[in-house]
């Protein structure tokens, strides 16, 4: 009987500590460890219809750009991109919200590191284009302009013409 007694108190201390840490979590994610909550403000003048975004990067799981909506929090909008990478702790993660009167811009492609597969979906480009890019960039090195791609077997001015807005030769 002494051992069940035993048993039944351990489980009663795993539970009592397991929860003391959740709601030191909860606490803490709250702001209420001394931190203030971080607020987010969304401007007044946004049009009908228009969503705003915010880029979550960093060191979560799937970086990119979320809608944000009214009452969003922070933790949720990290949820939404997949949490963040076991490890890492929130001071690796980033967020930019997009001002109202923020262009959306494309993101380009850099020839001198994209693999063959990003290549392709360039338009005009294929399987045997991305290839020669890779095969000349192995060669010669990196390219020092997006008008090099001339110099790629198959890569002619009308090419270049139509992926000229979408590609980059950054470092």
Same mark, same amino acid.
């Given at each position: 009987?002494?051992?069940?007694?035993? /048993?039944k108190?351990r489980?009663? #201390?795993?539970a009592?500590?397991a929860a003391?840490?959740?709601?030191?979590?909860?606490?803490?994610?709250?702001?209420?460890? *001394?931190?203030?909550?971080i607020?987010?403000?969304?401007?007044?003048?946004?049009a009908?219809?228009?969503i705003?975004?915010v =880029?979550?990067?960093?060191?979560?799981n799937?970086?990119?750009? =979320?809608?944000l909506?009214d009452g969003d929090t922070?933790e949720s909008?990290?949820?939404? !991109? *997949?949490?963040?990478?076991d490890?890492f702790?929130?001071s690796?993660?980033?967020l @930019?919200?997009?001002q109202?009167?923020?262009?959306?811009?494309p993101? /380009?492609i850099?020839?001198n590191r994209?693999?063959a597969w990003?290549?392709?979906a360039?338009?005009?480009? *294929?399987?045997? /284009? !991305?290839q020669?890019i890779?095969?000349y960039?192995?060669q010669?090195?990196?390219?020092?302009?997006?008008?090099?791609?001339?110099?790629?077997?198959?890569i *002619?001015?009308?090419t270049l013409? @139509? #992926?000229?807005?979408?590609i980059?030769v950054?470092?």
């Amino acid at each position: 009987m002494p051992q069940v007694g035993f /048993k039944k108190c351990r489980l009663v #201390i795993a539970a009592l500590a397991a929860a003391a840490i959740l709601i030191g979590e909860i606490l803490t994610a709250s702001g209420c460890d *001394g931190t203030p909550p971080i607020e987010i403000s969304l401007p007044e003048t946004t049009a009908t219809g228009q969503i705003t975004q915010v =880029y979550i990067g960093g060191e979560v799981n799937n970086p990119g750009f =979320y809608p944000l909506q009214d009452g969003d929090t922070i933790e949720s909008l990290v949820q939404a !991109a *997949g949490g963040i990478i076991d490890g890492f702790d929130s001071s690796h993660v980033e967020l @930019n919200i997009a001002q109202a009167d923020d262009q959306e811009t494309p993101q /380009k492609i850099n020839i001198n590191r994209a693999e063959a597969w990003l290549l392709e979906a360039l338009p005009g480009i *294929g399987e045997v /284009k !991305a290839q020669a890019i890779i095969s000349y960039r192995q060669q010669n090195g990196l390219f020092h302009s997006t008008n090099e791609l001339l110099n790629v077997d198959g890569i *002619g001015e009308s090419t270049l013409e @139509n #992926i000229g807005d979408l590609i980059t030769v950054a470092d």
